[in-house]
Nanobody
Framework: QVQLVESGGGLVQAGGSLRLSCAAS????????MGWFRRAPGKEREFVAG????????YYAGSVKGRFTISRDNAKNTVYLQMLSLKPEDTAVYSC?????????????????WGQGTQVTVSS
């Protein structure tokens, strides 16, 4: 099992940037692929980005590709989400999760051990 704590959210103007962090407890972090998801007000949680255990494979939602970058540091038990050129439609609660099942990175049911989330608000 792993416990996840997100940080780095905040209020930023459109065009700005933020870097989210997700710190994991436990010594099994490196055995999990990881993902970032977000939930905007009134909408369902959606996939944002995913990264394999050794960082050799990354996946992105089409809406963030080219603007967001997921990375991880297994020595620090941390996964990051660098967000550039933020848009008002990126406003959401961002959460990280560990991928515990095989199959698609985009499928939310393949993840568990969710963090509590961090709020990102992008003003126009």
């Amino acid at each position: 099992q792993v416990q996840l704590v997100e940080s780095g959210g905040g209020l930023v103007q459109a065009g700005g940037s933020l870097r989210l962090s997700c710190a994991a407890s436990g010594r099994t972090f490196s055995s999990y692929a990881m993902g970032w998801f977000r939930r905007a007000p009134g909408k369902e949680r959606e996939f944002v980005a995913g990264i394999s255990r050794n960082s050799d494979i990354t996946y992105y939602a089409g809406s963030v590709k080219g603007r967001f970058t997921i990375s991880r540091d297994n020595a620090k038990n941390t996964v990051y989400l660098q967000m550039l050129s933020l848009k008002p439609e990126d406003t959401a609660v961002y959460s990280c999760a560990a991928k515990v099942s095989g199959g698609s990175y985009y499928y939310i049911a393949n993840y568990a051990y969710w963090g509590q989330g961090t709020q990102v608000t992008v003003s126009s």
